[in-house]
């Protein structure tokens, strides 16, 4: 899976230096801060989907297939603004394990 859009971003590297040239970083940064909202508002809404407490008429898969558009939306203005994938896999190193480490304190209590 990571290795697929590690290639479908490296087959499109000189067009998102392309983007980045002609919108600047300013723009990159507003439509990265607006897909990140996206992204959430797709969060939120699989999550009534799954909890049913707050009925919507979005089925399971269309808020699967929303969640995974805004996803690539959010990677494709973060690689276009130029944020290194080596520096994001160093974060995930940390971070992952902080998390689990924290879930089996939480168990703990």
Do not use: Y
Not at 48 to 75: C, I, Q, S
């Amino acid at each position: 899976m990571i290795h697929e859009i590690d290639r479908a971003l490296s087959d499109w590297t000189p067009e998102l230096r392309s983007v980045r040239i002609k919108l600047g970083l300013p723009e990159l940064l507003a439509q990265l801060g607006e897909e990140g909202a996206e992204l959430s508002q797709a969060a939120l809404k699989m999550r009534r989907v799954l909890d049913k407490h707050n009925p919507t008429p979005v089925t399971l898969n269309e808020a699967e297939a929303n969640l995974a558009e805004e996803f690539a939306d959010v990677l494709v203005c973060m690689m276009a603004v130029g944020i290194s994938p080596d520096e994001v896999a160093k974060i995930i190193r940390r971070k992952i394990p902080r998390w689990v480490d924290r879930l089996d304190v939480w168990e703990e209590v």
